[in-house]
C-alpha cells in the first residue's frame, strides 16, 4: 500500500507541475494579443487560475483519502485543462510568430552575372573582359552583393569593372557589346522581356554564375509618424510580376494599387495606377522612367516615394506579393467568387502555355481558382493582337476574344479580384485554415504592418465577421488616366522610342481630392439632387476617369531644317543654352547665318521632352571654297565670250552677262557672299534621326 501512495503522489506532483507548466505558457500567449479582448483575456486568466488551484487540491486530498474514483476523474480532468491550455498556447503562438514573421528584417537577395556571348562557359572565362554593375550603392542586388561576389571570385584581377548610373543603362551597353557581362537581379529575365529589343533575352543571355546572401533589408521605414490602422490610414499594394517565389529580388511592380481606409466610416478608395505610367520618380533624378521599374532596385521604397509625389499624399504601410502568392492566397480562401467581363485564356503563373498550362476562364458570374484569379488580375491582350501574348492566345483559344481589354480594364479587375479574397476571407472559421494562409503565402509576401497594427484591427474586423457587414463597407474604386506618347517621346535614357503613358494632371486632381475626403483632410460637398431612370439603371463612376482636355508634353523639336535665326529664337524661347560646334576643331564657333557653315547634326535627341533638357548643341562643317586655277579661267571667259555671240546672233537682247550669278537667294536664313563665277552650293539638310520601328504591342504582360 505504501508503494501505491508513493506511486500516486508521484503521478500527482507530475500532473501539477505540467497545469502549472500549460498554464503559465498559456497565459504567455495570451498577453502576446495585447488591445485584443482585453477583459476577456485578463478575465480568462484567472478562471485557469482558479481551476489549477482547485484541481491541485483535489488531486492531493483524493491521494491523502484513498479514493479511486476521485482519483480518476481529478486525473481526467486536469488531463483535459492541460489539453486545452496546451492547445490553445500552440495556436495562439503559432499565428502570433506566422503574423510577426512578415516584417521580419532580414532577406535573402540573389545577384546573376549575365552575358550575351554563348562561348562563355563560366565566369572564369572573363579574363580581360569588362563587367559592369550600378552605381547605386543602395541596390542590394546590384550594387552591394555584386561587389562582395567581385571579391569572392577575383574578378578585379583582370577584368575592368565599369558601372552605370541606372539599370537601364546597364542593360543597354551589354546588349551593344560596350561591357562583355554584367550582374543583375536573379529575376532580370522577368524584369526586361517587355522592353523593346529585349522580347527574348532568357534565351540569347548566358548566367555565369549566380550567388546569394542574407542581408537586412534596405527598406528604408516608411511608416508615417503616429499612423495606425485605428485611425483614417494610406496603404500601396504592390504586384510582383516574377515567375519565381520571393518578394524580395528585383522585379516589376505591374499592380501598384493606393488604398485609403476610414475606420470610422468604414469607407475605402482604391486607386489603380498602370504599369506604364511615365513620369520622373523618386529615385531617376530629372528622368522619366516606366513606374513599374520603380522596384528595379530589390526595394520598396522608390515606389513608395513615387506615389506620395504623385497624389502629395503620406503613405503609412505597403505590402507586396508575389503573383504566386496571389494563387496560393485564393486557393488559401477556398477561391473567389467574381463577375467575369468577357471570356479569355491566359498563360499560369509561371508563363507556361499549352496542354494544362493555359488558364481558360469563362464570363459570367464565376467561382475561381487561384491560377484562374491571377489570369483576370493580368489579361489584358486579345488573340492575335500583335503582342507575343496575343500569338499565344491566338494559338490557344482565338475565339475567345471578347471583351474590351487594355491596362484600365485590367485595373478594374484586379480590384474585383482583391473585393473577392477580401470577402472570402471574413467567411473564414477554422484556425487551421488562417495558420494555411499564412504559411503558404509567407515565402511570397512582405510587409511593414507590425503586428501590434495588425491586432489593433480585431474590434473592426470582429465586427465586420460577427454581423456579417463586410457589404457595409463602402469601397470608391479610383483609377488613373492618361494619354498614349509612344512614337511621340524619345527616352534618351533607353535610347528608345517606349509604349508608355502620361498621366492626365484633372485624372491626379480629381483623385487627390477624393483621396483627402477619405483621409478627413477636407470635407465633401453635399449632392442635394438626384435623379433615377429605370432604363439608365445606375453604374459607379470610377474617379480619375473623366474626360481631360490637356496638350500633350512638350518635346525637343528637329531643328535640322531651321535657319539660324530660327535655332536661336527656338532655343530662347524654349530657355535652351545654344552652342554650336565646329566638328573638325570641337570647338565652339559663332555664327549668324549658314553661308560659311553647313548644318552636321544636333546633339540632343529631337522628341526628347523638353524640360529635361537644358541646352541644344549643334554641330557645323565649315564649307570648303575652291578657287578657279588660271585654265579654269581662261575657259571660263571662252564659254562667255561664246554665249555672248550666240545671243546677239539669236536677237536676244538679255543684258545677262556670262555666267553672273550674284543674285543667289538665302539658303535657311543665310547669305552667300561668294566672290567670281563660282555658284554657291546650298547646304543640305540632314534627315531627321532614324527611329525604331514601331513594334505591334510592347507593352509587355
Not at 494562409?437 to 503586428?451: E, M, P, S
Not at 547634326?601 to 521632352?609: R, V
Not at 543674285?663 to 563660282?678: A, F, L, M, P, R
Request: proline content about 3%.
Amino acid at each position: 500500500m505504501k508503494i501505491k501512495q508513493v506511486i500516486k503522489a508521484i503521478f500527482t506532483i507530475i500532473l501539477i507541475i505540467l497545469q502549472l507548466l500549460s498554464f503559465g505558457f498559456f497565459s504567455y500567449s495570451l498577453f502576446l494579443y495585447k488591445g485584443v479582448e482585453t477583459f476577456y483575456r485578463i478575465y480568462g486568466i484567472i478562471i485557469l487560475l482558479y481551476l489549477f488551484i482547485l484541481m491541485s487540491y483535489l488531486l492531493l486530498k483524493s491521494v491523502r483519502k484513498k479514493k479511486v474514483l476521485g482519483f480518476i476523474i481529478s486525473i481526467i480532468v486536469t488531463i483535459i485543462i492541460i489539453s486545452i491550455e496546451c492547445g490553445g498556447y500552440y495556436y495562439l503562438t503559432k499565428i502570433y510568430k506566422s503574423i510577426d514573421s512578415y516584417s521580419e528584417n532580414t532577406n535573402e537577395y540573389f545577384s546573376s552575372l549575365v552575358t550575351y556571348d554563348k562561348n562563355l562557359k563560366d565566369y572564369k572565362e572573363l579574363k580581360g573582359k569588362t563587367i559592369g554593375i550600378v552605381s547605386d550603392k543602395n541596390d542590394i542586388e546590384g550594387y552591394i552583393l555584386p561587389n562582395e561576389l567581385i571579391k569572392e571570385l577575383k574578378l578585379t584581377d583582370n577584368n575592368k569593372i565599369k558601372e552605370f548610373d541606372s539599370t537601364i543603362e546597364l542593360l543597354y551597353a551589354l546588349k551593344n557589346k560596350e561591357i562583355d557581362a554584367a550582374f543583375f537581379s536573379r529575376n532580370f529575365a522577368d524584369m526586361f522581356y517587355s522592353l523593346e529589343g529585349y522580347e527574348n533575352i532568357k534565351e540569347e543571355t548566358k548566367v555565369l554564375y549566380e550567388g546569394s546572401k542574407i542581408y537586412e533589408s534596405n527598406e528604408e521605414d516608411i511608416k508615417s509618424e503616429g499612423a495606425t490602422l485605428t485611425k483614417p490610414f494610406t496603404m500601396l499594394l504592390i504586384g510582383v510580376d516574377s515567375s519565381k517565389d520571393g518578394v524580395t529580388s528585383g522585379y516589376n511592380a505591374d499592380v501598384l494599387l493606393l488604398v485609403t481606409f476610414n475606420p470610422k466610416t468604414l469607407r475605402a478608395t482604391i486607386t489603380s495606377v498602370p504599369r506604364d505610367m511615365y513620369l520622373k520618380t523618386a529615385c531617376s533624378g530629372s528622368n522619366y522612367r516606366r513606374i513599374n521599374t520603380t522596384t528595379w532596385g530589390s526595394s520598396s521604397t522608390c515606389a513608395v516615394q513615387t506615389i506620395e509625389r504623385l497624389f502629395d499624399v503620406d503613405i503609412d504601410y505597403y505590402a507586396k506579393i508575389n503573383f504566386k502568392g496571389v494563387v496560393q492566397l485564393v486557393n488559401a480562401v477556398g477561391g473567389i467568387d467574381v463577375d467575369v467581363p468577357y471570356s479569355f485564356c491566359e498563360q499560369n503563373s509561371s508563363r507556361d502555355w499549352g496542354g494544362n498550362d493555359t488558364v481558360f476562364v469563362y464570363e459570367g458570374q464565376q467561382h475561381l481558382n487561384g491560377e484562374q484569379a491571377l489570369a483576370l488580375a493580368r489579361n489584358r491582350h486579345k488573340p492575335n493582337d500583335g503582342s507575343s501574348a496575343g500569338s499565344s492566345m491566338n494559338e490557344f483559344c482565338p475565339k475567345l476574344n471578347g471583351g474590351n481589354r487594355n491596362d484600365y480594364t485590367r485595373g478594374k479587375n484586379q480590384m474585383k479580384v482583391i473585393l473577392g479574397i477580401a470577402k472570402a476571407a471574413t467567411k473564414l472559421k477554422d484556425p487551421n485554415q488562417a495558420l494555411d494562409i499564412l504559411t503558404k503565402i509567407k515565402a511570397n509576401f512582405q510587409t511593414n504592418v507590425k503586428t501590434s497594427d495588425v491586432l489593433s484591427l480585431y474590434g473592426l474586423a470582429k465586427s465586420i465577421v460577427l454581423n456579417d457587414s463586410a457589404n457595409l463597407v463602402n469601397v470608391q474604386r479610383m483609377q488613373l488616366n492618361g494619354y498614349s506618347v509612344y512614337r511621340y517621346v524619345y527616352d534618351p535614357v533607353s535610347k528608345s522610342y517606349p509604349a508608355v503613358t502620361i498621366p492626365y494632371k484633372g485624372s491626379i486632381n480629381d483623385i487627390k481630392k477624393e483621396i483627402n475626403i477619405n483621409l478627413g483632410n477636407s470635407k465633401t460637398s453635399m449632392v442635394k439632387t438626384a435623379a433615377f431612370d429605370l432604363n439608365n439603371l445606375y453604374e459607379d463612376t470610377v474617379i480619375g476617369q473623366g474626360r481631360y482636355s490637356e496638350s500633350k508634353i512638350a518635346v525637343l523639336k528637329d531643328v535640322s531644317s531651321y535657319s539660324v535665326d530660327s535655332i536661336k529664337s527656338y532655343a530662347k524661347s524654349n530657355g535652351l543654352s545654344l552652342k554650336f560646334i565646329d566638328v573638325d576643331t570641337k570647338k565652339e564657333v559663332s555664327i549668324n547665318n549658314f553661308s560659311e557653315y553647313k548644318f552636321q547634326w544636333q546633339d540632343e535627341h529631337p522628341d526628347t521632352i523638353l524640360s529635361l533638357v537644358k541646352t541644344l548643341t549643334i554641330y557645323v562643317k565649315k564649307k570648303v571654297v575652291t578657287t578657279p586655277t588660271t585654265q579654269q579661267t581662261t575657259n571660263n571667259t571662252n564659254t562667255d565670250n561664246n554665249n555672248n555671240a550666240n545671243n546677239n546672233n539669236s536677237g536676244n537682247n538679255d543684258n545677262n552677262s556670262g555666267n553672273d550669278n550674284s543674285q543667289t537667294g538665302d539658303n535657311n536664313g543665310g547669305n552667300n557672299n561668294n566672290t567670281g563665277n563660282e555658284t554657291p552650293t546650298t547646304p543640305s539638310t540632314p534627315s531627321e534621326p532614324e527611329k525604331p520601328t514601331e513594334p505591334e504591342n510592347k507593352e509587355g504582360e
